[in-house]
């Protein structure tokens, strides 16, 4: 099998290696033209070789797509730029998945369904997006999907929760940066965002590539055509995350804290701080996700909760 990852970030580098473990070869593409760096692998990995491509080039896409089976769409826009970036970068995977014939997976989150009080199901929670972010995902997959029901394109989504883990650099985990960085060295995480004692679901990076990597190697038609959850470990509040943390590293555990209110006025200020409005709901009430379908399909299990903080602190230490 030849996949073609998009997106050389965290989610990119370990849905390339996983790929690769399967006897995949993989082209890791972006616009820097980055490889795998040290959080996936000791070493490069001679079936993951690298190209440089812009997302929203629909003829550069298509030449790098073709005679692949797979194209990955693992891009990330800045958060503040998703209006202006995502329309043409998914018109570009779009139409060089259509052009090449090669299988389009589509890496998303959950702000299709806005802010639900049950635990999300792919199969019956209804997507009720409250804010553009979550409109621009939306239509990314229903265009994909009406592609593929048309006949014109394989297609899949597979959703994550906020992520976290090796590889997921300063600003791109909430969780990484905002809440297991201060918790291991000792200090009292202070949160912008939400209720520091409300359950939430946090997807550790490297499960996305594994069901990513899954899904690309099954040509089963029922696994193409419809949205997949990440599989997920059960909820964790921002004070559990403080005082695992603080047991793995051996400090005393400090319970986070959100910003006095006049701060948060004061950061606001920041275009980035103001988008996170859409998804601060998801903050202040249980917010829960249910990967079981692709657990019982792909026949994959979540990384064990102390597991992936374990290897998330050692991998943030270095």
């Known amino acids: 099998m030849k996949a073609v990852v998009v997106g050389s970030g965290a989610i990119g580098q370990w849905t390339a290696q996983y790929i690769a473990e399967a006897g995949g070869d993989v082209v890791l593409a972006s616009r820097s ?4 760096g040290s959080a996936v692998g000791q070493g490069p990995n001679p079936r993951v070789t690298t190209a440089k491509v812009d997302a ?3 003829d550069a896409m298509t030449e790098l797509a073709s005679g692949a089976d797979v194209l990955v769409n693992a891009v990330n826009p800045p958060y503040t730029d998703w209006d202006e970036k995502w329309p043409p970068m998914a018109a570009g995977f779009l139409g060089a998945a259509e052009r090449s014939g090669a299988a389009l997976l589509i890496i998303g989150n959950l ?5 639900p009080t049950t635990p999300m199901v792919e199969a019956s929670t209804p ?5 553009h972010k979550g409109r621009i995902r939306q239509k990314m997959w229903h265009d994909a999907l009406d592609a593929h029901r048309a006949g014109r394109i394989r297609a899949v989504e597979i959703r994550a929760a906020d992520y976290f883990g090796p590889g997921a650099g300063a600003g791109m985990s909430y969780l990484n940066t905002y809440a297991i960085t201060p918790a291991m060295n000792g200090k009292t995480a202070r949160h912008i965002l939400g209720v520091v004692d409300v359950p939430h679901a946090w997807t550790y990076v490297p499960d996305i590539g594994h069901l990513a990597a899954a899904i690309a190697a099954d040509p089963s038609a029922d696994a193409w055509g419809r949205v997949w959850h990440v599989p ?3 909820p964790k509040s921002l004070t559990d995350v403080a005082d695992d943390v603080a047991a793995i590293v051996g400090v005393p555990a400090r319970t986070p804290h959100p910003y006095p209110g006049i701060v948060k006025t004061v950061m606001r200020v920041s275009p980035l701080i103001r988008e996170l409005d859409e998804m601060a709901p998801a903050f202040t009430a249980p917010y829960t996700l249910d990967s079981s379908a692709a657990e019982d399909r792909f026949g994959l299990a979540p990384t064990p909760w102390k597991r992936a903080l374990t290897e998330t602190v050692a991998w943030l230490r270095r």
């Open 111 to 115: 702000y299709t369904y806005g802010h």
């Open 127 to 131: 997507e009720a997006p409250n804010g």
């Open 33 to 36: 033209g980055g490889g795998l």
């Open 56 to 58: 929203t080039d629909v």
């Open 232 to 234: 997920t470990t059960s």
